[in-house]
């Protein structure tokens, strides 16, 4: 049954439009009727009581603002009303002792087409990675993805090359600017060129960076950590490595950090010194021999069967709106408890967008030692950004107010739910790798890119990605699923939406049938079946930067 309003938490003081509620409209919760004072748009808060100044604002449970001004029974919240507040948190207090997982006997025995790599992990696809070691050698990596891609049948699926001979035909023909401005052009959907040459493998992906070298050590440490990550990753069968050689991130560094994740390293490897080899051609025609013949030896691989445990997946939102924390949330976190209960990974990142939780998850470690290293990285974190002027309070973006979320604190407060509620068992720095079954906390920043970039080199095989307004992101090497928190999302822009949740707001579903249906369709990416962000050829890589330039 489709409402009008909800009321997320028992203990909230304002109640969620869930769709636009012109003034004057009377809507009923738990017995109490409120009418509104002026017009509240789809996704925004109005006020069950009476807020003065000063007065807590009340979400999911939680702090997450203080009233500015005035705000009287059934008024919107806005940023002009409405400021940044959450509650201290300390880690010592008493954690919670126990939990009670979901019911998984209906997946229990289910598994996924994976493909099985020496160390025991099961990668969710099979990809060769040509990557650079420093910004220096982006240029010799395209030269390579030119010479590789069409030719192996890994071209993009989509041209819109024939639109612009249409167009210069148009123009030919004596066309004006108006007649050429009011064409339709035709479709631009087409297929590879040519068939793979090597059909178990999925793909080549060329990670270019601006990193490596310019910035302070720990910068080019943790890089190397991070491409370490992506070379070590499950859904990697080999990779080839350009290095200048004068560079901060230089090869030996590379090799450590592998060496800290695969100590058994056992996938083909080729890194290759400039500098040492001397002309381009020379470079270029060693990569691209070492890339082939490592091509044909990843091709020998093939899916197998692998139980759900051997799943990692990464949580993460992008353009969330005021639905997110009500709808795709709740139901990636119960996902992410069916997971945990399985034996599988998951991680939850984006540490600003966990901006006044943090007593939940410091009471949900497993050990003090796990709530401390938390409650020091999220300190650390947040000094860092007072310290050049800005704050956690600052994060949501233009796109996130305009659809209801108004304070960092109920954007986080909502981000959070993807977690679910099970107990939080280790606390990593970026980019350490995932070692333990359970919800891990990876410390990245709310941005979407950076965060998806940081979860896959942390071992994530699966994405789950929730957005309320449209993002394209994607990953070079794992599939990353778009949930839509909303059905007109879903409906607007279909060809980037993989699952829509909207169904849980429309009174079709609910969060646990939602969650269901998502879990069941990981288990068909898990085996292969292709998501929009791979058939759009989105593969979007960027490393956190968090020093300075030197």
Known sequence: MKHLVAKIHPDDNVLVALTDLPVGTPVTYDGVTVTTTEKIPAKHKLALQFLAPGDPVHMY???????????????????ANIRHATNSYDEHQERRASW????????QDRTFMGFHRADGSVGTANYWLVIPLVFCENRNIQVLEEALVNDLGYGRRKTYQPQTQELISLMQAGKSVEEILATDLHS???????????PNVDGIRFLTHEGGCGGIRQDAQTLCGLLAGYITHPNVAGATVLSL????????????????????????LFILDQQQLGTEETLVSMALRQTFAGLMQANQQQRQPAP????????????????????????????????????????????????????????????????????????????????VGSGFDMNPSPGNIRDGLITDAMKSAGAARKG???????????PEPVTKPGLNLLCTPGNDVESTTAEVGSGANVVLFTTGLGTPTGNPIAPVVKIATNTALANRMPDIIDVNTGTVIDGEETIEQAGERILDYVIRVASGEEVAAVRHGQTDFIPWKRGVSL
């Not at 445990?309 to 709106?321: F, M, Q, R, Y």
């Not at 992410?336 to 009471?363: H, N, R, T, Y």
């Not at 679910?420 to 970026?430: C, E, F, Q, R, T």
């Open 61 to 79: 449970g939680v702090l997450v603002g203080k009233a500015a001004a005035a705000i009287g029974v059934g008024g919107l919240l806005t940023t």
């Open 100 to 107: 009670q997982g979901p019911d998984v006997s209906k997946w």
């Open 188 to 198: 631009a959907e087409g297929k590879h060129q040519k068939p793979k040459l090597f």
């Open 245 to 268: 050689g004068c560079q901060n991130a230089q090869a030996s560094m590379l090799q450590d950090e592998i060496n800290k994740r695969s100590p058994n390293f056992s996938k083909p």
């Open 308 to 387: 759900l445990s051997k799943l990692t997946i990464g949580l993460e939102c992008g353009g969330s709106d005021g639905f997110s924390g009500i709808s795709a949330n709740p139901a990636v976190g119960h996902v992410s408890d069916l997971m945990v209960a399985l034996g599988g990974s998951v991680i939850l990142a984006e540490f600003p967008e966990l901006c006044g939780v943090e007593q939940e998850l410091v009471d949900r470690s497993v050990d003090t030692a796990t709530a401390e290293r938390f409650s020091h990285l999220m300190k650390a974190y947040g000094d860092s950004a007072v310290a």
């Open 420 to 430: 679910g509620s099970s107990p939080v068992v280790a606390v990593l720095d970026y």
